[in-house]
Structures are given as C-alpha cells and as structure tokens.
C-alpha cells in the first residue's frame, strides 16, 4: 500500500523535477544560471488556470483526446516496476497491456493532431506514427527475449537477467539500456530526434503535434510526455537496480537513476545537434540492431551448449 | 436439430418470396427472414457451444455420394454464430443502403435472392460432414457471391473485379476438390469422419493434404501469395455484401483448414511452421498495403489479409504447441485465432458499413476528396472511430483480447526446448507488434483524413446529413459488441472452450479466465477513469473563444493545405521503397503563372505487378495461338465435330 502510494507520487509529481533537471543541466553547460528546477511546475500550474482558444476546425476528438492521452499514460505507468520493483498492477503479459495502452494514446493524438487540418500537425503527426512502427517491434523482441530468458511473464524479469544469465547478462543489460534510452529519446522527442525547444515548425515532431493546443490541453499533453519520459526511465532503472534492495537505499537508487538520466538527457542535448530527418530514421534503427543482438545472446544463453 | 435444418432453409424462403413482392419491400422481407434464421440458428449453436456436446442429423442417407449429414460440432456452432449474427446485420444495413438503387431500374430481385442464397449455403459449408456436399454448398456460396459483387454490372471494372474473383474461386475449389479426392480415394468414403483414420495413420499424406487443403481454403481466405481477389471485389461489391464477404465469407476459408487440422489431430512440426511464417507474411503484407490505399474499401480489404494473417498466427501457435506437446500454447493460439475470427468479422463489418455510408452520402471512396464528415456524419463518424481502434487491437474494444491471447500463447511457448522455435516465435512478435503499430498508422489515416479536418473537394462539402437509421442502427450495434467483448472477455472465452476443446484435448483454460479477468478489471478501471476526466472537464466547463488554426503567421488557410493521406503515409513507405512498384502521375508547373498541375502516386502490388501479370500474359500469349481455330465460322465447327467423331471410332475400332 505504501508503495503504490509511493509509485503514484513519483508518478504524478517526478515528472515536473525531470523535465527541470534537464533544464538545468543545459543551462549549466551552457554557462547560463538557468531558471528553478520548479519553473515546470509552476508553468504546468499556471497553464491549469488559463483559458484556451480552440481551432474552429476541430471537432469533439480534438477536445477529448488530451484526456485519453492523459488516462493511457498513467495507466500505463501503473504497469512499470518502480521502487524496490513494485508495480500497481502486476500481471502476467503485462508489457503487452502497457504498450497498447499507450499505443491508445497515441492513436487519439495522432488524429487529434490531424483534426486541426494543419499541414504542420499532419506532419508531426505522419512522423510519429511512422517512428512508432520501428521503436514498437524492437521494443517486444526485448521483452520476448527477457521473458524467454528468465521464465518471467511480468515486467519483474528485467531485474532477474543477471540471476539468469551471469556474465552474458552484464551484456545483454546494457544492450537493454541503450535500446531503451533510444527509445526514451524517441517517444520522449528529445536530442537528437526531435528538438524540443525548436522554433521551426518544419523539423519539430512531438511539438508541431500539439501547436493548436492551449491552457488545460497544453498542460495536460506536458504533464503527460513528462510521466511517459518517468515511465521509459523506470524501466532502465528497473534493469540496473537490483530486487532486494531495502526500501530507503530502493527509493535513493530509483530517484538516482531517474535524475541520472535526466542530467544524460541534459548534456546530451547541449552536446550533440538533433539528426537530419532522414538520418533519424537510422538512428531509431539502432534499437532494433540492439533488440536482435539481445535475441542472439540470449539464444546462446539457453542453447549455447 | 430440426430447428437449425429450418433455419438453413429460411433465407433462401425470404429470397424466393421477396421475388414476388414490390421492388421496395423486397430487402425487408429478406432481412426478416435472416432475422428468423439467425434466431432459430442460435438455439442450437449455443446449445452445442455451452454443453459441447454435437448435434447431427441425416435428412438424406442413401445416395451414391453417401449420407448427406449436417453435424453441429463446436467448431461449426461457433461460424454458426458468427454467419447469422453478420448475416442479418449485413440484411439489415441493406434496406438503407439499397435505397438509391430501388428505382434505377437495378436488379434488387436477384439481389435479394443472391444474398439469401449466400448466407444460406455458408451455413451448410460449415455444418455438412460430407465431401461431396460440402462442395456443392462452396460452390453455391461462391456463385452467389459472385453475382452479389457484380451488381453494378454496368460499370466495367466490376465486371472486371468479378471475373477476377470467379477465376480465383475456381482454382481454389479445384485445389479443394483435388484435396478430396484424394482423401476419398484413401479412405473409401465421402463423409469427413472416415477421413480421419488415413490422415492419422501416415504423416507424409497428412502434410501433402494439409497443404493441398491450405492453398485451396487459403486462396478464399487470402493468405499471401493467394490473396489479389480481395482488394478487386470488395470495392466492386455494395457494401453489405463486402462486409459479409469480408467478415464472413472468406472465414469459410479458415474454417475449411481448421476441419482438415481437425482431422489431423497432432499435426506435423513442418505444417506448423509453415502456416506460422505464411500467416505473418500475410499480415505484414495485408496491413503495408493497406497504408498505400486512398480507396477506402480497397484498403479495408487489404486490412482482412493482414486479419487473415492474424487469425493464421493464432492457429499456426496453436499447431505448434500440439507439435510440440505444449498444451497452454495450443489452447492460448487456438482461443485467440478463434477469437479473433469473430472479432475482425464484427468490426470489418463496421467499418465496411461506415465506408458504404461515406460512400453513399459523397458518392466516392477516395479518401484524397474527403474530409470534415465528421460534422455532417456524427454518428457515422463514431462509429467508424471505435471500428478503428478495435482494429488496431487497442484496449479496450476486442481486438485486443483475441491478440493478447495469441501473444501470450507465442510468449509461453519460448519455454519450449527448441532454438529453432524460439527465435521464429520470438520474430512473430516482433511481426504480429509490427502489424499492430502499422495498423495504427493506417487508421489514424483514414480516419482523420475522411472524417477530420477540412473538406477537401464538393462531394465532402456538401454532405449535409447523416445516414438513415437503418444503417446507423446495425453500426451501432456492432460498436457495442466490440466494446463489450472488449470489457468482458472472460465470459466470452467461456464460449471458446468446446471449440478449442476439438484441438486440444482436456484444456486446463482456467489461467486463461484469470488472464482475461485481470485485463477485464484493467479495462474497466480505464474506462471508470475516462468518464471521470470527462466529468471533471464538462464541470470545469472553460469558454473556448474559436479561432483558426496556427499555420505559423499565415492566417488564411484553406482546405488545399491540409496534409493528404498520400504524405501522410509517406515518411514511412519512403522506408520501405523496394516493396513497391510506384507509379507517378506528375504534370509540372511551367510558366510565370502557371495554371494546371497536379501530382499523384499510385502504388500497385508488387505481387501482382511482377509476377501475376507478366503470368497471365504469357499465358495468353501461349493460348492466343489457338485463337485461329476459333473463328466464328459454323461450317468449320461442324468440321471439328466430324475430325473429332472420326478419331473417337478410329480409336475404338483400332486401340478398343
């Protein structure tokens, strides 16, 4: 009980210092103060308060699907191991729940983004569909594999690859962390997929999606992409850290790795420029490479003799 | 039983007597007589479902083809259900559809008798136990389907489309009939219960009819390499009868190698894998081409190979768990192929019915003139939306439960001890993952670009008003079962136990129910939580002042800058650029101001293009040297009947 509610909090309330953290992080490299890592909080407070314009084009699904996209992402967190790898709900086949129930999500607010009749939101929106059909499959053959690996039907079989596999497993974790990370990047739209902070309607993704959108929408799409960003970073945490933690060093860890990630995301975006549209695609494509090379290993890792 | 034998003939009453009553009452005698049959067909389906026990009769037993036997086993109960529930449906929306073709002096007559006759004869394919029957009744309810697609038969490409689909039908029956054949001349008799002795007793036979039977029941199914017949005749056809074809009739495919799996009992580990890696071909195949299509009912079609493909990955699991001995993977394929079999033909039919009412408010199925409906066609445009995201095998509408149970079979059968079926299983989820994200893709598409947005030419424009009832009312009705069976899927997979039970013998589906259960009491809570933000929302109701849309500083923005379902879908067929064969239509601008151009791409299969086509030119080729002695003159026909009388006694005299 006390950790659903621990998991709920973190749910609800991590991603607002997540998305500070990254903030600041780019600030610090770019010799800037910056603004508090609250400031997201605070924008996302505000936002609740304000009214919103709506474009006379749309229709019911353009009102409606912030909430569906709000709903799927916390549904979906529900399913992802959190502190000392407790889940709210934990079922057998549960990462095929999660991915589509997220996938609901994205359905409503692709045609959310094409309900406008923007040529600039049907391009965000043509593009996201198009890099869910790479990240999806990648993202199964992982899972399959690691269920293949450790017998475990549940999320719960990140934590046990090392249990099940010994050194091979030091590997195939950080193959897992890297494909996820990719994945992080892509479904998150950060450096070097999508650019968040762009100014240029033409190259953003994630962003152009919701231009029409405004007040309690905008705020809560932002509050969304933020949960889903803690939810992809709980699962690299949920291969890294280890079961049997007790719960104060489980939840020091788990907040370690969640704004470890954050400051990676941060220098990351300060380091390196996004990708030209079409080397996107190849970058995406690595985490499919890393998904067939986890399936290679753990093939050798059952029938290696 | 006497019941279902009534209900059988029903139909083909309601058709003969609509034949004698005015032009527009004739579709509602045909719907209510299909009402009758679907009432007096569930008596004893469910009966058989729920108790498992099968029913038989033999109205005619002594014949030179043996006993002519109806027998109601699980497996035929469950397409029983699935043919009259679609069946009526399909009647149903008829009587709104047809109506602007009553006085255009059409044909509804034959219509109406066509249709009977359709629904008719696939209750008798999936209940007559005799081989000699069994393909009496196929070839009823392929003729008839054939007049039923060439009903506009003014229109060339109809007419086309539908000899198309003839031809294809005829060499899928003879492969079926080739497959009897040889199952009659081993065993010594026509009725399927003695076929299964010789299936069992000899693997190598068994492969070679499995085979045989599947390409037969494939090409009516469609599976990949068999399938170019759909996306011709469903866009021919009026759309009842697409819906019914689709969702119905080309089951009687599946269901056709189900009865010869059925016979089999454990089938071979090579049959396994090969219906497995076909099936995920198909799917793959169904659902990218879908994504290329602009025309709706087209792309529909190309979307029942991919849930062809789907179902096939269901079934294929399941066969490889009986190959292997690993019966939670056997009862989890079979459950969610059988499952999904009812889902895609609920919500085919929907979105079938939704695309015959966008085409029969605009009059065109191009979704590149579309747009805006949503406006003018609420309900239409509701019920289109849960279609879609039933189809995409999102929670919480159905098509959900029957993937996750064929997922979760594919997941339990990585325990097994084999590389070779770990990593084909471990890619098929991969596959059947792939399909899903592209399915979303196709569907977000036509959608938004139907029924969103702005419109994009007149015949979008100036729709102003929905459907009549009788059309939205069978939608409706549809919608709601796929949400139903999507919220409560563990009393629906209860009606699967017996027909799972003919594959696998003592099912242990209690993991099953309790899976079902957890994602029943997941979906409801999702659903609790919704209706929870809408309230928050409506209470908190904020004015929304109206404004245009941001087209970054440029504030006058008019229908033609709307994105198109063609670059909707580009970025991600610009990935897969040597699937296709692309044809572009392009007249460039020239000239200060200039005046005319347009672009276009239409991309044709691939299949079709480079190996169909240059297939059947040669042989024309071959046979139009032939063409010389067919040319019109009597004088010289009754010369070839005298060559021919000639060699017949000169061969009696000297080789008899």
């Known amino acids: 009980m006390i950790l659903s509610l621990i998991n709920l909090i973190i749910l609800l309330f991590a991603p607002f210092l997540v998305i500070g953290v990254i903030k600041k992080t780019k600030a610090f490299w770019a010799g800037r103060k910056g603004v508090s890592i609250w400031q997201p909080l605070r924008d996302f407070v505000r936002l609740m308060r304000k009214d919103y314009v709506i474009s006379e084009t749309t229709s019911w699904i353009f009102k409606f699907s912030p909430m569906v996209t709000f709903a799927t992402v916390i549904f979906a967190g529900l399913f992802v191991p959190m502190v000392q790898g407790y889940s709210v709900i934990n079922m057998p086949g549960g990462f095929i729940l999660f991915s589509y129930i997220l996938g609901l999500g994205k359905f409503f607010s692709l045609i959310a983004a094409m309900d406008t009749g923007s040529s600039f939101e049907g391009m965000g929106a043509s593009r996201e569909a198009c890099f869910t059909t790479i990240v999806e499959p990648a993202f199964f053959i992982i899972m399959a594999s690691i269920i293949a690996l450790t017998g475990n039907f549940t999320f719960h079989g990140l934590s046990q690859v090392i249990a099940n596999a010994g050194g091979l497993g030091v590997l195939i974790i950080v193959l897992a962390v890297l494909a996820l990370f990719v994945m992080l990047l892509t479904e998150c739209c950060r450096v070097p997929v999508d650019d968040p902070t762009t100014h240029l309607e033409l190259t953003m993704i994630h962003e152009v999606m919701i231009l029409d959108n405004s007040g309690q929408d905008l705020g809560l799409i932002t509050w969304a992409a933020g949960i889903k960003m803690v939810i992809l970073e709980s699962l690299i945490a949920a291969l890294i850290i280890p079961m049997n933690l007790s719960l104060g060093y489980s939840l020091l860890a788990f907040l370690g790795v969640i704004f470890g990630l954050a400051v990676v995301i941060g220098t990351l975006e300060s380091g390196i420029a996004r990708l030209r549209m079409s080397h996107v695609f190849e970058f995406i494509f690595s985490m499919s490479s890393f998904a067939l090379i986890i399936l290679a290993l753990v093939a050798i890792k059952i029938y290696g003799n | ?656």
């Open chain 2, 1 to 656: 039983m006497e019941i279902y034998f009534i209900a059988l003939l029903a139909p083909i009453a309601g058709g003969l007597m609509s034949l004698f009553v005015k032009e527009n009452f004739k579709l509602k005698v045909v719907s209510f007589f299909s009402f009758i049959s679907m009432i007096l067909c569930l008596i004893p389906a469910m009966h058989v479902l729920l108790n498992g026990e099968s029913l038989s009769m033999s109205p005619i037993t002594d014949t030179m083809f043996g006993a002519l036997t109806f027998v109601i086993d699980p497996l035929a109960a469950f397409f029983i259900c699935v043919i009259s529930v679609m069946g009526f449906m399909a009647a149903l929306y008829s009587n709104g559809y047809m109506t602007p073709y009553l006085n255009k002096g059409m044909n509804i007559s034959s219509h109406g008798l066509f249709f009977s006759l359709l629904l008719s004869s696939m209750l008798a394919v999936v209940t007559i136990q005799n081989a000699f029957y069994f393909l009496v009744a196929w070839e009823i309810m392929s003729l008839s389907s054939f007049f039923l697609v060439i009903f506009e038969d003014n229109k060339k490409e109809v007419l086309n489309a539908g000899i198309k689909y003839l031809i294809y039908m005829h060499i899928s029956v003879l492969f079926i009939i080739l497959t009897f054949a040889l199952l009659c001349i081993n065993s010594g008799s026509m009725n399927f219960g003695m076929f299964r002795e010789v299936l069992q007793n000899n693997v190598q036979f068994a492969n070679l009819i499995f085979i045989l039977g599947f390409i037969g029941f494939g090409i009516k199914a469609g599976f990949v390499p068999f399938h170019n017949w759909l996306p011709e005749a469903h866009p021919a056809a009026p759309s009842h009868v697409s819906g019914v074809m689709s969702g119905v009739m080309i089951k009687t495919g599946i269901y056709g190698i189900l009865r010869i799996l059925c016979l089999i009992g454990i089938p071979s580990l090579f049959i396994s894998y090969f219906v497995l890696i076909v099936s995920v071909i198909s799917a793959l195949y169904g659902v990218l081409y879908a994504i290329t299509q602009h025309d709706m009912k087209r792309l529909l079609a190309y979307h029942s190979i991919e849930n062809i493909g789907i179902i096939g990955i269901g079934i294929g699991t399941g066969m490889l768990g009986l190959a292997y001995d690993c019966i939670p993977v056997a009862v989890l394929g079979f459950a969610g192929g059988i499952l999904h079999i009812l889902n895609h033909s609920i919500f085919k039919e929907l979105l079938f019915f939704g695309a015959g009412a966008v085409y029969k408010q605009t009059h065109t199925r191009d979704v590149e003139v579309l747009g805006g409906l949503i406006k003018a066609m609420p309900y239409t445009a509701f019920f289109f939306l849960v279609g879609s995201v039933a189809i995409c095998g999102l929670p919480p509408f159905n098509g959900f439960i029957s993937e996750f149970l064929i997922y979760f079979g594919m997941l339990q059968g990585l325990a097994v001890n084999s590389l070779g079926m770990l990593i084909v299983l471990i890619l098929s989820i991969a596959g059947l993952a792939l399909v899903g994200t592209m399915a979303i893709l196709c569907f977000t598409k036509v959608f938004s670009i139907c029924f969103l947005g702005m419109p994009r030419s007149d015949k979008a424009e100036n729709v102003n008003s929905d459907v009549s009832i009788s059309m939205v009312f069978p939608m409706g009705i549809l919608a709601l079962f796929t949400l139903l069976i999507g919220i409560f899927p563990h009393q629906i997979i209860k009606a699967l136990f017996a027909p799972v039970g003919m594959f696998v013998n003592n099912t242990p589906m209690p993991a099953a129910v309790s899976l079902m259960q957890n994602i029943a009491i997941v979906c409801l809570a999702f659903i609790m939580f919704m209706a929870l933000l809408v309230i928050v929302k409506c209470v908190a109701n904020r004015k929304a002042p109206l404004h245009c849309t941001w087209g970054c500083g440029y504030d006058k923005p008019n229908n033609h800058i709307q994105y198109t379902a063609s670059s909707y879908a580009s970025p991600f067929l610009s990935m897969l650029t040597p699937l296709f064969k692309k044809v572009f239509d392009i007249k460039k601008p020239k000239e200060l101001f200039p005046k005319d151009s347009h672009f276009s791409l239409h991309i044709e299969d691939v299949e079709e293009a480079y190996f169909l086509t240059p297939f059947v030119r040669s042989v024309e080729k071959f046979l139009s040297k032939f063409e010389r002695i067919q040319n019109g003159n009597i004088q010289q026909y009754i010369l070839y009947g005298l060559v021919f009388l000639i060699i017949t006694l000169i061969g009696v005299v000297f080789l008899g």
